[in-house]
T-cell receptor
Framework: NAGVTQTPKFRVLKTGQSMTLLCAQDMNHEYMYWYRQDPGMGLRLIHYSVGEGTTAKGEVPDGYNVSRLKKQNFLLGLESAAPSQTSVYFC??????????FGQGTRLTVV | GQQVMQIPQYQHVQEGEDFTTYCNSSTTLSNIQWYKQRPGGHPVFLIQLVKSGEVKKQKRLTFQFGEAKKNSSLHITATQTTDVGTYFCAGTLKTSYDKVIFGPGTSLSVIP
């Protein structure tokens, strides 16, 4: 039982490059969320999913896309990376009325 | 829109002093959760409060949920250096699904 696993853990991108962050959970959770965390900004919700095949925008969705084709995986895509997307990205999953489990985070730098 | 606020944003205390962080929501919540994030780490669940006026304790930590289910607090008695980190509250709104909103967090520094 690995919990929530994020890959990769670190990445450096050049402006304009694309990449996909993978979040995988083995707890059969319905809810999966992607957050970004910047110094002094707390956790800001990018996109979320309340079940397989569903996605919705959070408070800072611009420049990101997501997909939840399988219940255990939630993918976050950056089509054309910008320096403003330099951040630490966290994925979280949970079941209704229970606590959220977070991944270890992905530290992304866009140069 | 719905918001969850926390105060203070930062708190520096001398080791042994008490610490309190407050969480306020603009909307009635179905429950409130608290998380701790150590520097360089990821948020880790501490506790969930569900009932109006609920108080729960974990060793030196005391959590309260307000009567109106719009506010909550976390109090740490006699802080230790191991308490260093950022404390987040997260409120759940009941719609057709659980909508969880995290507060901005309170960063605690403990001076030995």
């Amino acid at each position: 039982n690995a919990g929530v696993t994020q890959t990769p853990k670190f990445r450096v991108l050049k402006t304009g490059q694309s990449m996909t962050l993978l979040c995988a959970q083995d707890m059969n959770h319905e809810y999966m969320y992607w957050y970004r965390q910047d110094p002094g900004m707390g956790l800001r919700l990018i996109h979320y999913s309340v079940g397989e095949g569903t996605t919705a925008k959070g408070e800072v969705p611009d420049g990101y896309n997501v997909s939840r084709l399988k219940k255990q995986n939630f993918l976050l895509g950056l089509e054309s990376a910008a320096p403003s997307q330099t951040s630490v990205y966290f994925c979280a999953s949970w079941r209704e009325n229970t606590e959220a489990f977070f991944g270890q985070g992905t530290r992304l730098t866009v140069v | 829109g719905q918001q969850v606020m926390q105060i203070p944003q930062y708190q520096h205390v001398q080791e042994g002093e008490d610490f309190t962080t407050y969480c306020n929501s603009s909307t009635t919540l179905s429950n409130i959760q608290w998380y701790k994030q150590r520097p360089g780490g990821h948020p880790v669940f501490l506790i969930q409060l569900v009932k109006s006026g609920e108080v729960k304790k974990q060793k030196r930590l005391t959590f309260q949920f307000g009567e109106a289910k719009k506010n909550s607090s976390l109090h740490i008695t006699a802080t230790q250096t191991t308490d260093v980190g950022t404390y987040f509250c997260a409120g759940t709104l009941k719609t057709s699904y659980d909508k969880v909103i995290f507060g901005p967090g309170t960063s605690l520094s403990v001076i030995p």
